[in-house]
């Protein structure tokens, strides 16, 4: 069973940066990890996926060009480098996780484990 930890959420200004992490315990090395957001009042929505070794990204195009995934699999870490946030991207950010020997993929109901969120408000 793996368990997800997010941290690093918080609030910031338009233009402004925050860095996602999210802890795993249980192994994740073979595992795609994706980043999912829920903006206020609105459904889940795929933001960022890596496949197990890192080769691998996918961006909704919301975020391409302004975030970054990736991956330390020795720390059992994923990130998330945001950059020149805006108040769009203000959501609850949530750290997934496929089953190992899975594909990463766009689709939020395909991943198997989730953590608790972690709340990013951006102002304007």
């Known amino acids: 069973q793996v368990q997800l930890v997010e941290s690093g959420g918080g609030l910031v200004q338009a233009g402004g940066s925050l860095r996602l992490s999210c802890a795993a315990s249980?192994?994740?090395?073979?595992?795609?990890m994706a980043w999912i957001r829920q903006p206020p009042g609105k459904e889940r929505e795929f933001v960022a996926a890596?496949?197990?070794?890192?080769?691998?990204?996918y961006y909704t195009d919301a975020v391409k060009g302004r975030f970054n995934i990736a991956r330390d699999n020795a720390k059992n870490t994923v990130y998330l480098q945001m950059n020149s946030l805006s108040p769009e991207d203000t959501a609850v950010y949530y750290c997934a996780a496929r089953r190992p020997l899975t594909t990463a993929t766009m689709k939020v109901d395909e991943y198997n484990y989730w953590g608790q969120g972690t709340q990013v408000t951006v102002s304007s």
């Open positions: 890596i496949t197990w070794n890192g080769g691998s990204t």
């Open positions: 249980g192994t994740i090395n073979l595992s795609p």
